[in-house]
């Protein structure tokens, strides 16, 4: 029997690193979605020793060891809400090349993507679904912040969604 909560932690752009922050929030997560650019498969581990079930995929500067365990493109339905997720989606308004064909197939309700470490949560009318960009969680890059997503679905809806700040992007705990 399907459950009517399902707590999700959304991150993006780990580049080989990981901290007791991340652990922290991620562990009550029934599903934990990665936008790509792991790094390593070490995330891709830690993420695993968490419990939760793992919907990831690669970036572009992930190996060939991390290629081989995850996919480019990930379309999904839970609860009735339609997922697709890559790692380099663009924004709204400026989709990267591809992106705009893939939602026009297959209409999303939820478009996540990473690549560009700017955090942005957005209605997209040009889709008719939802833009999540959870920005960077790791410590390389321009952003100052390192960020995650938390959100849960709740009987088919998208609920009690909050950013989680990790840090200085800059500063290692």
Same mark, same amino acid.
């Given at each position: 029997m399907p459950k009517?909560?399902?707590?999700?932690g959304l991150l993006s752009d780990t580049h080989s690193y990981w901290d007791d922050r991340m652990t922290y929030h991620l562990k009550d997560c029934d599903e934990i979605w990665h936008a790509g650019d792991l790094g390593s498969l070490f995330v891709f581990d830690t993420m695993q020793q968490l419990g939760a079930k793992l919907r990831v995929v690669f970036g572009n500067i992930d190996d060939h060891h991390v290629r081989s365990e995850t996919e480019e493109i990930l379309q999904w339905e839970l609860q009735g809400i339609r997922f697709c997720m890559t790692h380099i !989606? !663009? *924004?709204p308004g *400026?989709?990267?090349k591809g992106i705009r064909n893939l939602l026009n197939s297959i209409r999303p309700d939820v478009f996540v993507c990473g690549h560009s470490h700017l955090l942005k949560v957005q209605h997209d009318d040009s889709f008719g679904g939802l833009y999540i960009n959870p920005g960077a969680a790791g410590t390389q890059g321009f952003h100052q912040k390192r960020t995650l997503i938390k959100f849960s679905l709740i009987r088919g809806s998208v609920s009690q969604m909050h950013v989680i700040e990790l840090g200085d992007r800059r500063k290692k705990p």
């Open positions: 009517d909560t399902v707590h999700i !989606g !663009g *924004r *400026r989709y990267a």
